[in-house]
């Protein structure tokens, strides 16, 4: 297994917001977290399109604009988690509530194909039940995301940038995650741009 501190590494994250920033509405800030992003010594690798779907779960706010990157970085995972968690304080983004709106959300989906910290704690959390991962977050980071293969709106932005992507533990690819998800739900995703 490759060590997650050596030279270049490629992540794969997810962008969402469903709330306004004063005049700026989700598009825009989503724009804007990018730009910020290629600011911070982050080279973008790819860029999918931008998506609307309706907040998760159903009832938590106004619907979500979501897009999908692909960023080359010499840096640890633990390191670009903290890069995207100041840049969503740039943009006001509170955790107070879990699965609330939100100014700006910025997920780290996943890393070069491996699995952190390890396969048993991966397991742990992929495996937790809806009632509980509506109350706890994870205290560590955990990739590749233990929800990947749930969402649609993570999952059709990945289509656009990394449709072959393998998840490490499933040994699917982004499409065939896709492919597997509730018809109603893959069409309630709008295309934005």
């Not at 979501?66 to 955790?95: D, G, P, W, Y």
């Not at 780290?108 to 699995?115: E, R």
Request: hydrophobic residues 40%; positive net charge; glycine residues 4%.
């Amino acid at each position: 297994m490759k060590s997650m501190y050596s030279n270049n590494h490629h992540f794969l994250i997810a962008l969402g917001s469903n709330k306004n920033l004063g005049p700026l509405k989700p598009l825009d800030i989503l724009k804007k977290a990018i730009a910020e992003l290629k600011q911070s010594e982050i080279s973008l690798v790819s860029l999918s399109r931008f998506f609307e779907s309706p907040a998760y779960p159903e009832g938590k706010g106004s619907n979500f604009v979501n897009s999908a990157i692909k960023i080359q970085v010499k840096c640890s995972s633990e390191e670009i988690l903290q890069k995207l968690h100041k840049i969503e304080k740039k943009f006001n983004r509170t955790r107070d509530t879990r699965w609330g709106a939100r100014t700006l959300d910025l997920d780290l989906l996943a890393q070069d194909g491996q699995v952190f910290p390890n396969e048993e704690i991966f397991r742990k959390w992929y495996n937790l039940p809806l009632v509980e991962q509506m109350k706890k977050s994870p205290k560590n980071l955990i990739l590749p995301h233990p929800r990947i293969q749930d969402r649609a709106f993570v999952l059709l932005p990945l289509l656009d940038i990394e449709p072959n992507w393998i998840h490490p533990i499933l040994r699917k690819t982004a499409f065939q995650m896709y492919e597997e998800l509730n018809e109603q739900v893959k069409k309630s995703i709008q295309l934005v741009q």
